[in-house]
């Protein structure tokens, strides 16, 4: 597989880390924390799929359930060998018992292990940047979103900020240099593109002309106005027309046949596999099951093929 890292690469070098001009108060602030996370980049991270050999295995959010997600690459995934790339699409962390042990292993696992942020990732970063630089809560920088977040996305909370203390700058810091909020795979083999995101995104989305959707959209989305695909949100009541965003994809124009979007965030709704969109937040935090969709090229036939494996959660929150 290629990685096409040109892009975010060159955003946060240009970026860097922006050094906070005030004095440190309080001498316990680690020094690293006196710089603001990497731009987080907003376009996705491309990755070209052209080996037929490669497998893509897709996992929905862990949500801090080590034990669950061990279990998955113990015992449905095998070995992560040069030619397997797992991609968890967010919430990975938080809730659950093990948010740590998730971090380090992606962390000692990264050339197999790609992820999107979700919107807990997201509120970690924020958390982080409140609590430790003593910014408002607008100073999460994206390469597109320059205010971030908007009134609609709802404030860290505890659990957040005592996690942050958990995690330590360092791991934050790393979380946000190496991963994305969206990535795509280009299948050369079969002309196919997979997105990957944690709530979702909009027939056109990356695709049209100047349509980059918010970043709200991509971590925080249930649902869309029908009418006006300009306005989503988390909640039904929250938006009008309401209609939940993954039934575009079914009426969508066949210009956009050769894309599916895999996505989490939805545990609700549970596992949700349709032909354009693949949901699969099947509530592994809450006592349901973990659940991976992985992807292997068949020679013989000529496409990929889909195969689901789950593992029953342990957890009773």
């Known amino acids: 597989m290629e990685y096409n890292w040109k892009l975010p690469i060159v955003l946060v070098s240009i970026a860097s880390i922006l050094i906070i001009t005030y004095n440190v108060i309080n001498e316990d602030i680690l020094p690293s924390a006196t710089m603001l996370l990497p731009?987080?980049?907003?376009?996705?991270?491309?990755?070209?799929?052209?080996d037929p050999k490669d497998r893509l295995i897709f996992i929905g959010?862990?949500?801090?359930?080590?034990?669950?997600?061990?279990?998955?690459?113990?015992?449905?995934?095998?070995?992560?060998?040069?030619?397997?790339?797992?991609?968890?699409?967010?919430?990975?962390l938080?809730?659950?018992?093990?948010?740590?042990?998730v971090v380090d292993y992606i962390v000692s696992h990264q050339d197999n292990i790609k992820f999107v942020f979700g919107n807990h990732e997201i509120l970690l970063f924020l958390a982080y940047v409140q609590e430790h630089l003593g910014l408002?809560?607008?100073?999460?920088?994206f390469s597109t979103d320059k205010q971030f977040p908007p009134k609609t996305f709802k404030p860290p909370k505890k659990i957040h900020k005592e996690l942050i203390k958990k995690?330590?700058?360092?791991?934050?810091?790393?979380?946000?240099?190496?991963?994305?909020?969206?990535?795509?795979?280009?299948?050369?083999?079969?002309?196919?593109?997979?997105?990957?995101?944690?709530?979702?995104?909009?027939?056109?989305?990356f695709m049209e002309k100047n349509q980059i959707p918010p970043i709200v959209e991509l971590i925080d989305m249930k649902y869309v106005n029908e009418h006006d695909w300009t306005k989503s949100a988390r909640e039904e009541e929250d938006v009008e027309h309401s209609k939940r965003?993954?039934?575009?994809?079914?009426?969508?124009?066949?210009?956009?046949?050769?894309?599916?979007?895999?996505?989490?965030?939805?545990?609700?709704?549970?596992?949700?596999?349709?032909?354009?969109?693949?949901?699969?937040d099947s509530a592994c935090v809450k006592g349901g099951q973990l659940t991976a969709l992985e992807y292997t090229y068949d020679s013989a036939k000529g496409h990929y093929i889909t195969t689901l494996h789950q593992v029953q959660s342990h957890s009773s929150i």
């Open 245 to 280: 965003w993954y039934k575009l994809w079914d009426d969508c124009d066949k210009k956009f046949d050769n894309i599916t979007v895999l996505y989490g965030h939805d545990a609700k709704k549970g596992l949700n596999i349709r032909k354009h969109t693949k949901g699969l």
């Open 136 to 141: 408002g809560n607008d100073h999460l920088l």
């Open 94 to 101: 938080v809730k659950g018992p093990d948010s740590l042990k």
């Open 61 to 92: 959010d862990i949500h801090g359930q080590f034990d669950e997600f061990k279990d998955m690459l113990d015992t449905k995934i095998g070995k992560l060998d040069t030619h397997t790339t797992v991609v968890l699409l967010g919430d990975f």
């Open 167 to 205: 995690l330590g700058s360092e791991r934050l810091h790393h979380l946000a240099s190496i991963g994305s909020v969206t990535l795509r795979f280009d299948l050369t083999l079969t002309n196919e593109v997979l997105f990957a995101v944690h709530a979702g995104m909009l027939p056109g989305d």
């Open 39 to 50: 731009i987080l980049t907003t376009l996705p991270q491309v990755i070209t799929v052209s």
